[in-house]
């Protein structure tokens, strides 16, 4: 079956530590993307990327990390910067960045520190 | 900058019934996308409907339908016959270029028996 993987479901992370969430996409997408997801604020674009390779900030950057050295994976990774990190994390990919196409979402990873 | 609303934090509706939720954004480009998306609890994202700025037409998905007001900047959800499934969140996105989507805060509608 095709579609997006995001592990682990949920994740807890003490104070001070950097930690990494992962996703994995299978449908051949150009575009991948991580989203923030606070209660009563809906989705905040944390990174994309339109390209291996190639990555650009969204509206909410500041305290997170990004790869793109494959296709089909875009891991997130939260480092000991980002002062509220507790919160839902949604990686999402579609065919290009362009074509205004449907983003595939993954299930979601439940961050919360400890 | 892009922003989306959603006046309605929450909606309720009997089974059966018609319910619409609403959603407004604002924007100066003339040429975008307007997206419904359903996460039920499973907190799944699942496209429900999407709209073509250049299209007249109103986009309908089976008993989901919308209203699209361009002028207004206007981008309402009818959910007819509505259904127990139905029960989750709803999210209303724009998209000019898909590396700048926009999300509402969001709509919990319940579907009441």
């Known amino acids: 079956d095709g579609g997006i993987t995001q592990s682990p479901k949920y994740l807890f992370r003490k104070e001070g530590q950097n930690v990494t969430l992962s996703c994995e996409q299978n449908?051949?997408?150009?575009?991948m993307y991580w989203y923030r997801q606070d209660p009563g604020q809906g989705l905040r674009l944390i990174y994309y990327s339109q390209i291996v390779n190639d990555f650009q900030k969204g509206d909410i950057a500041e305290g997170y990390s990004v790869s793109r050295e494959k296709k089909e994976s875009f891991p997130l990774t939260v480092t000991s910067a980002q002062k509220n990190p507790t919160a839902f994390y949604l990686c999402?990919?579609?065919?290009?960045?362009?074509?205004?196409?449907?983003?595939?979402f993954g299930q979601g990873t439940r961050l919360t520190v400890v | 900058a892009q922003t989306v609303t959603q006046s309605q934090p929450e909606m309720s509706v009997q089974e059966a019934e018609t319910v619409t939720l609403s959603c407004t954004y604002d924007t100066s480009e003339s040429d975008y996308y307007l997206f419904w998306y359903k996460q039920p609890p499973s907190r799944q994202m699942i496209l429900v409907i999407r709209q073509e700025a250049y299209k007249q037409q109103n986009a309908t998905e089976n008993r989901f339908s919308v209203n699209f007001q361009k002028a207004a900047k206007s981008f309402s959800l009818k959910i007819s016959d509505s259904q127990l499934g139905d029960a989750a969140m709803y999210f209303c996105?724009?998209?000019?270029?898909?590396?700048?989507?926009?999300f509402g805060a969001g709509t919990r509608l319940t579907v009441k028996p």
């Open positions: 999402a990919s579609s065919i290009d960045a362009g074509s205004g196409t449907e983003a595939f």
């Open positions: 996105a724009y998209s000019h270029n898909n590396n700048d989507m926009r």
């Open positions: 449908l051949n997408h150009d575009a």
